[in-house]
T-cell receptor, first 114, second 112 residues
Framework: KNQVEQSPQSLIILEGKNCTLQ??????????LRWYKQDTGRGPVSLTI?????NTKSNGRYTATLDADTKQSSLHITASQLSDSASYIC?????????????FGKGTRLSVIA | NAGVTQTPKFQVLKTGQSMTLQCAQD?????MYWYRQDPGMGLRLIYY???????DKGEVPNGYNVSRLNKREFSLRLESAAPSQTSVYFC???????????FGPGTRLTVT
């Protein structure tokens, strides 16, 4: 069964510190892997999208990495800000010929405190 | 350019009542989706419409119906609401099924 597992479930860090969120998936083969940020009470917003042939993608202070051999991805946040407090969701698109939907992880809840 | 809009933002229903959640997008996208999000469960796909005139079941379709009214609008109907349908509902759209999805702000539904 296609699954996406994220760790940790939640994380608290001090403002200005770095952190790394993990995503392990069993979806194979896959088309692309996405990281979304979801602020409380809002819909998810895309941060990065990587195809299976890419191993890193940056968006400002957010850097996603992908290791297709070990089926792992990580999202690194540099110099965290209070506004980074949100849930971060890892999403994998299976590579199928049909309209197979995305496979969502349950998310990591990040709290950045002053 | 509002992106994806959803109405209502909040709704409280009694068990057995019916209602329709509305979704509209102004990005000329072909594909639209309905998800529900429950604590500790992540987003789960209810139904999707790959293109105007087509709809398909997702992971959790029981108790729901959908209508792709036109290219812009995709509605979700609960015919007889149950407490298990208490959730936050998100609509999303994408240019095509394989492309990046853009989400609406969500509808928080409580069924008592």
């Amino acid at each position: 069964k296609n699954q996406v597992e994220q760790s940790p479930q939640s994380l608290i860090i001090l403002e200005g510190k770095n952190c790394t969120l993990q995503c392990n998936y069993t979806v194979s083969p896959f088309s692309n892997l996405r990281w979304y940020k979801q602020d409380t009470g809002r819909g998810p917003v895309s941060l990065t999208i990587m195809t299976f042939s890419e191993n890193t993608k940056s968006n400002g202070r957010y850097t996603a990495t992908l290791d297709a051999d070990t089926k792992q991805s990580s999202l690194h946040i540099t110099a965290s800000q209070l506004s980074d407090s949100a849930s971060y969701i890892c999403v994998v698109r299976p590579l199928n010929s049909g309209n197979t939907p995305l496979v969502f992880g349950k998310g990591t809840r990040l709290s950045v405190i002053a | 350019n509002a992106g994806v809009t959803q109405t209502p933002k909040f709704q409280v229903l009694k068990t057995g009542q019916s209602m329709t959640l509305q979704c509209a997008q102004d990005m000329n996208h072909n594909s639209m989706y309905w998800y529900r999000q429950d604590p500790g469960m992540g987003l789960r796909l209810i139904y999707y419409s790959a293109s105007e005139g087509t709809t398909d079941k997702g992971e959790v379709p029981n108790g729901y119906n959908v209508s792709r009214l036109n290219k812009r609008e995709f509605s979700l109907r609960l015919e007889s609401a149950a407490p298990s349908q208490t959730s936050v509902y998100f609509c999303a759209s994408s240019e095509f099924v394989r492309e990046e999805q853009y989400f609406g702000p969500g509808t928080r539904l409580t069924v008592t």
